[in-house]
């Protein structure tokens, strides 16, 4: 598969913004998703975003592309202590997935 | 509508043992998909059917096996188990883009 970067840990305050980073090797990758997994669950499809967005708005997250640097962003705002997770990044080749390794996100009062 | 569902929640297997991790969607999806999860890590992709009768090997097929008799079944066999195969192990459906999960399988191999 192809390779897809995180970084592992994300500490960030109650009420702050969160940023959490990817990138990925694959330029043919047609779609972008992020997923959220909490202890002991399975993963949530957060969002997604096509390769020809360069960004995607849902409510509290934003999602950035930039493809040049196949880089991917996803900015959640006015972070809670419900959104405490592990993110995983994925990319799509030929409907297979490739996922980071998950950035773990603690939120902190 | 139930989703993607998995059995069992938990196991142990002795080193030899074989056993069938079961999924069951109802959603009627074409795509399904087996990962394993190490900790720490990302998830891995065993195998993946892309319907009934169809199916073909992931990035790290080696000890499993699959098969895809229905829409809705899509059971992974473990013939031999070894402890290299302790995971969390998912399954997923898909009509294409969107992947939905089920809740997870933890085997433990000793």
Redesign the interface.
């Known amino acids: ?1 192809e390779d ?1 970067e995180q970084s ?1 840990f994300l500490s960030v305050r109650e009420g702050d913004s969160s940023v959490i980073n990817c990138t990925y090797t694959d330029s043919s990758s047609t ?1 972008l998703y992020w ?1 959220k997994q909490e202890p002991g ?5 957060l969002t ?1 975003i096509f390769s020809n967005m360069d960004m995607k708005q849902d409510q509290r997250l934003t999602v950035l592309l930039n493809k040049k640097d196949k880089h991917l962003s996803l900015r959640i705002a006015d972070t809670q202590t419900g959104d405490s997770a592990i993110y ?1 990044c ?1 990319v ?1 080749n030929d ?8 950035t773990t996100v603690t939120v902190r009062a | 509508n139930a989703g ?1 569902t998995q059995t069992p929640k938990f196991r142990i297997l002795k080193i030899g043992q074989s056993m069938t991790l079961q999924c069951t969607q109802d959603m009627n999806h074409n ?1 399904m ?1 087996w990962y394993r999860q190490d900790p ?6 065993i195998y ?1 059917s ?1 319907g009934a009768g169809i199916t073909d090997k ?2 790290v097929p080696n000890g499993y096996n699959v098969s895809r008799s229905t829409t809705e079944d899509f059971p992974l066999r473990l013939e031999l188990a070894a402890p290299s195969q302790t995971s969390v192990y ?1 399954c ?1 459906s ?1 009509t ?9 399988t933890r085997l433990t191999v000793l």
């Open positions: 598969g897809v592992l779609y997923y669950a399975g993963l949530q499809l997604y995983f994925a799509s409907y297979k997935l490739s996922f980071g390794a998950g | 993607v795509y998909y720490g890590m990302g998830l891995k992709l993946y892309v992931g990035e998912f997923a898909s294409g883009n969107e992947q939905f999960f089920g809740p997870g």
